[in-house]
C-alpha cells in the first residue's frame, strides 16, 4: 500500500514562499513521475507542476517562474518551492505520483495567501 504524505502548506502573506514537500511510503513502484494538482475555491482541479524520473519538470503558465519542483528519487520524495505567492494561488494542493491504475493522491493540504 503506498502513501503520500504531505508537508509544507499554510498561511503566508503574498509574495511570501512556501517550500512544500511529499514522500511517497510503502510498495511504491519505481520512480515514477510525481508532482502536484490544485483546487482552488470554486474551481475544478488543475494541474500545477511535474517531474519525471529522470528529471524533467514541466510547470503550468500559471505559476511559471514563481513554483519550482525537484525530487530525491532515491527518497520517492519530491519537492516544490513556491516563491512570489499571489492570492489566487490560494488551493488544496494534492501531491500525485505516476503508478498503476491511475497512480496515487496525497491528502491535500491547504495552502492559503492572504494579508
Known amino acids: 500500500q503506498v502513501q503520500l504524505v504531505e508537508s509544507g502548506g499554510g498561511l503566508v502573506q503574498p509574495g511570501g514562499s512556501l517550500r512544500r514537500s511529499c514522500a511517497a511510503s510503502?510498495?511504491?513502484?519505481?520512480?515514477?513521475?510525481m508532482g502536484w494538482y490544485r483546487q482552488g475555491p470554486g474551481n475544478q482541479r488543475e494541474w500545477v507542476a511535474i517531474?519525471?524520473?529522470?528529471?524533467?519538470?514541466s510547470v503550468a503558465d500559471s505559476v511559471k517562474g514563481r513554483f519550482t519542483i525537484s525530487r530525491d528519487n532515491a527518497k520517492n520524495t519530491v519537492y516544490l518551492q513556491m516563491n512570489s505567492l499571489k492570492p489566487e494561488d490560494t488551493a488544496v494542493y494534492i501531491c500525485?505520483?505516476?503508478?498503476?491504475?491511475?497512480?496515487?493522491w496525497g491528502q491535500g493540504t491547504q495552502v492559503t495567501v492572504s494579508s
Open positions: 517531474i519525471t524520473r529522470g528529471g524533467t519538470t
Open positions: 500525485h505520483a505516476g503508478g498503476p491504475f491511475g497512480g496515487y
Open positions: 510503502g510498495n511504491f513502484w519505481g520512480r515514477n513521475m
